[in-house]
């Protein structure tokens, strides 16, 4: 009997250790990140140049975590990757210049946006690319 309770309990051990999102697996997710420059933010008529956003830091936030878990940054063409990543949720995002015109209370700055997109990676040698994020910055 004490056999048949050892081997219940070791079962109930691996399933309860079910492992989260986060680093530690063979999946990866990618993608880019290119800039329109305007010479004025909130003028759409403004744009100047569209980029490959290079040197741009690019967030991770396994799972329902609230603060970002990782940080990587482009390389010159705007290209990042997240490696080894176990199957979960995830959200990739980045900062942008605020389009919208809204001016800092505090200061004569303009606020950050962030433009993000939310995977889920379901196989355990999963690739995913998703689509380019686009920011925007003022010349």
């Known amino acids: ?11 109930i051990a691996l399933v309860a250790c079910k492992k989260q999102a986060g680093d530690g ?4 997710i990618k993608g880019k990140v290119r800039v329109i420059t305007r010479t004025v933010i ?3 008529l403004s744009n100047t140049d569209t980029l490959n956003a290079a040197d741009r830091d690019v967030y991770i936030i396994y799972g329902d975590n609230v603060s970002p878990d990782d940080r ?3 390389n010159f063409d705007g290209e990042f990757e997240f490696k080894y990543l176990r199957p979960g949720d995830y959200t990739i995002y980045v ?10 209370p505090f ?7 962030v ?10 040698k999963q690739e995913i690319e ?3 994020l686009t920011v925007y910055e003022e010349i």
Do not use: A, Q, W
Not at 3 to 11: A, D, E, M, N, P
Not at 25 to 28: A, E, L, T
Not at 107 to 112: A, P, R, S
């Open 130 to 132: 998703i689509p380019t």
């Open 72 to 74: 990587v940054r482009t």
């Open 25 to 28: 697996g063979n999946s990866s």
């Open 42 to 44: 909130d003028n759409p």
């Open 95 to 104: 900062y942008s210049d605020d389009t919208t015109g809204t001016v800092s």
């Open 1 to 11: 009997m004490k056999f048949f309770i050892s081997i219940f309990l070791v079962c």
């Open 107 to 113: 200061t004569d700055e303009f606020h950050l946006l």
């Open 115 to 124: 433009i993000k997109t939310e995977i889920n990676i379901t196989d355990k």
